[in-house]
Nanobody
Framework: QVQLVESGGGLVQAGGSLKLSCAAS????????MGWYRQTPGKERELVAV???????YYADSVKGRFAISRDNAKNTLYLQMNSLKPEDTAVYYC????????????WGQGTQVTVSS
C-alpha cells in the first residue's frame, strides 16, 4: 500500500520560510517523478515543483527563485524548502508521485496547510 505523508505546514509571516516533507512508503521511490502541488478553495490544484527520478527540476514561474524541491532517495523523502513566502502562497500543499510514462500523478498525500499572513 502506497502512502505519502506530508508534514511541516503551518502559519508563517510574509517573508518567512517553511520546509515541507513528504515521507513515502510502499513504492520504488527512486524511480518516480515526485512533486508538490497546491490548491486553494475554488481553484484547481496547480503544480508547484517536480523532480524527476534523474534529478531534473521544474518550478512554476510563481515560485522560481523562492522554492527549492529536493529528494533523499535513501530516506524515501521529498522536501520543499519555501523561502520569501507571500500571502498568495497560502494553500493546501500536496505531495504526489508519478510513474515514468504516466501523464498524471498516480498517488497523492493528504495535504498540509500552509498559511502566510501579511
Amino acid at each position: 500500500q502506497v502512502q505519502l505523508v506530508e508534514s511541516g505546514g503551518g502559519l508563517v509571516q510574509a517573508g518567512g520560510s517553511l520546509k515541507l516533507s513528504c515521507a513515502a512508503s510502499g513504492l520504488a521511490f527512486g524511480s518516480y517523478f515526485m512533486g508538490w502541488y497546491r490548491q486553494t478553495p475554488g481553484k484547481e490544484r496547480e503544480l508547484v515543483a517536480v523532480e524527476s527520478a534523474g534529478g531534473s527540476l521544474y518550478y512554476a514561474d510563481s515560485v522560481k527563485g523562492r522554492f527549492a524541491i529536493s529528494r533523499d532517495n535513501a530516506k524515501n523523502t521529498l522536501y520543499l524548502q519555501m523561502n520569501s513566502l507571500k500571502p498568495e502562497d497560502t494553500a493546501v500543499y500536496y505531495c504526489a508521485a508519478r510513474r515514468i510514462g504516466s501523464t498524471r500523478p498516480d498517488y497523492w498525500g493528504q495535504g498540509t496547510q500552509v498559511t502566510v499572513s501579511s
